[in-house]
């Protein structure tokens, strides 16, 4: 079955940096695209990146362009976000997901258009 395994998280200062890894397996990842989203307390969940299943094409929502990078391991079945600059506002559960649209070679940013979804990794930053 499908699964989705994120790590990396953790309490970091603001200004620091922290890598998040997520970890897939029960399909062909290489295949398709995939995306980070994450969910603040007392918050909705947003969209923070998205990647297509070649790596050629990313997404970013406009709070973290410039300090946030997406980026994917077809090799390794695993989708990574690197995250500078962090901000206190950043901190949330951040997880990953499968776009298992079969064919798509672009990249989404509903959340309603992911299929899978990892448990999540918290991330706090503190000021």
């Known amino acids: 079955q499908v699964q989705l395994v994120e790590s990396g998280g953790g309490l970091v200062q603001a200004g620091g940096s922290l890598r998040l890894s997520c970890a897939a397996s029960g399909f062909t990842f290489s295949s398709f695209a995939m995306g980070w989203f994450r969910q603040a307390p007392g918050k909705e969940r947003e969209f923070v990146a998205g990647i297509s299943r070649s790596g050629g094409g990313t997404i970013y929502v406009d709070p973290v362009k410039g300090r946030f990078t997406i980026s994917r391991d077809n090799a390794k079945n695993t989708v990574y976000l690197q995250m500078n600059s962090l901000k206190p506002e950043d901190t949330a559960v951040y997880h990953c997901?499968?776009?298992?649209?079969?064919?798509?070679?672009?990249?989404?940013?509903?959340?309603?258009?992911?299929?899978?979804w990892g448990q999540g990794t918290q991330v706090t930053v503190s000021s």
């Open positions: 997901a499968a776009d298992l649209r079969y064919g798509y070679t672009g990249v989404r940013s509903r959340d309603s258009e992911y299929d899978y």
